[in-house]
């Protein structure tokens, strides 16, 4: 791993970016799921529900939903009859996610503390690791995705959602205004914090294009893998087999 990383636009030491990526997630836990709403005009929902589809869950199947925050993925794949763990480095965004799954008389799901780069999990046990809007705030990512290879079984598949770079030009202009300057204020009106959500918007410009983390993930030990792009690449799902 290099000196330094990106958190946001700044270069930081690693471990300065992994405490510094608990403490917005720490920061932004009770308003994030009000926020993913305002944000996105709701489409983060439509995002989340292609992204289940893509997955398939399967009764009988063990599911790894790393970086899994307040459970939004979980919570779509629960209905499958799946076992799934929802696992996520900081405690406030599980504790938020505990509730509402309480609420919403959700039982049965896993919950545990994790850092996706060291999983305690053993090797080959997981039918499907999934991550959504996650990786891109790992610190070390090649790390993290050798760790989500180590621990699926043989045919096992790998799901990621994230926020890319989209590739229709007049949009990515639009969508680049609309992002650093609006986004920042929506998270000063609604949850009180402009910087937390300055860094979200700053880690998505900063995270590799479609083919550049295409390429890591094959680099880490999947094959057949695949990218499909919503919105032209503003939001992607990256997959790939362990074979
Ligand atoms: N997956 C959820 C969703 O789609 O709503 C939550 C996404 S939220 C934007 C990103 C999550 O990644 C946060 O809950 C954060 O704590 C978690 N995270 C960041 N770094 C992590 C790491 N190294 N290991 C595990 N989780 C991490």
């Known amino acids: 791993m ?3 990383v990106s958190f946001g636009y700044e270069d930081v030491a690693p471990h300065e970016k992994t405490a510094r990526v608990g403490e917005v997630f720490h920061n932004v836990a009770s308003r994030y799921d009000v926020m993913n709403d ?27 939903d790393m970086a899994g925050g307040t459970g939004d993925i979980a919570f779509r794949m629960k209905p499958s ?41 053993p090797d080959r046990f997981f039918d499907a ?7 891109r705030n790992v610190t070390d990512v090649p790390k993290a995705l050798r760790e989500a290879h ?21 949009f990515a202009d639009v969508y680049d205004a609309y992002s650093h300057k609006l986004v920042p ?11 937390s959500y300055r860094y979200l918007i700053e880690s998505i410009r900063r995270f590799p294009d479609m083919a550049s983390f295409k390429a ?10 695949r990218v499909e792009p919503m919105l032209g690449g503003l939001v992607a799902i990256h997959s790939g087999w362990k074979t």
């Open 2 to 4: 290099t000196d330094t």
């Open 38 to 64: 305002a944000m996105s005009a709701g489409m983060h929902r439509v995002w989340k529900d292609v992204f289940v589809r893509r997955v398939k869950p399967r009764k009988g199947e063990q599911i790894l």
């Open 81 to 121: 009859g799946a076992s799934i763990t929802v696992a996520d480095i900081n405690p406030a965004m599980l504790e938020v996610g505990m509730q509402r799954a309480a609420e919403r008389g959700l039982d049965g799901l896993v919950w545990t503390e994790a850092n996706a780069e060291t999983l305690s999990f």
């Open 129 to 135: 690791y999934t991550i959504a809007f996650g990786i």
């Open 150 to 170: 180590r621990v699926l079984r043989r045919g096992g598949r790998f799901y990621c959602l994230e926020f890319s770079t989209t590739l229709w030009p007049g």
């Open 185 to 195: 204020k929506l998270g000063k009106l609604i949850a009180n914090d402009e910087d």
């Open 216 to 225: 890591m993930i094959e680099e880490s030990g999947f094959t057949e893998t």
